[in-house]
């Protein structure tokens, strides 16, 4: 599976951009995806993910009620929608296939390999 990562860019404080996530292959539909992000000197964290069918969704605490992530499994893609962004929202934002983990209550990546990801630099 191939995932390529798209629409990250520079923006003001206050600003939004909307990213997507294109993944080849036959198993998009039938995985749990996650949107992550890594900072510079910082651990690669969880921003979101969303269930299949796209009927739950899971946010970090730092981006709830500012992002949105969505999917459309005719296309075989996802998309995080981020508005109100902050500066500490500056990162590189990578896709990958998820999986819940319940000792964490969260969702692990699935896949150990990772797209070029899409630059997000929030300006102050």
């Known amino acids: 599976v191939q995932l390529v990562e798209s629409g990250g860019g520079l923006v003001q404080a206050g600003g939004s951009l909307r990213l997507s996530c294109a993944a080849s292959?036959?198993?998009?539909?039938?995985?749990?995806m996650g949107w992550y992000r890594q900072a510079p000197g910082k651990q690669r964290e969880l921003v979101a993910a969303?269930?299949?069918?796209?009927?739950?969704?899971n946010y970090a605490d730092s981006v709830k009620g500012r992002f949105t992530i969505s999917r459309d499994n005719a296309k075989n893609t996802m998309y995080l929608q981020m508005n109100s962004l902050k500066p500490e929202d500056t990162a590189v934002y990578y896709c990958?296939?998820?999986?819940?983990?319940?000792?964490?209550?969260?969702?692990?990546?699935?896949?150990?390999?990772w797209g070029q990801g899409t630059q997000v630099t929030v300006s102050s």
């Open positions: 990958n296939a998820a999986h819940y983990r319940p000792s964490y209550n969260d969702y692990g990546p699935l896949y150990p390999y």
């Open positions: 292959g036959s198993t998009f539909s039938i995985n749990a």
């Open positions: 969303i269930t299949s069918g796209g009927l739950s969704t």
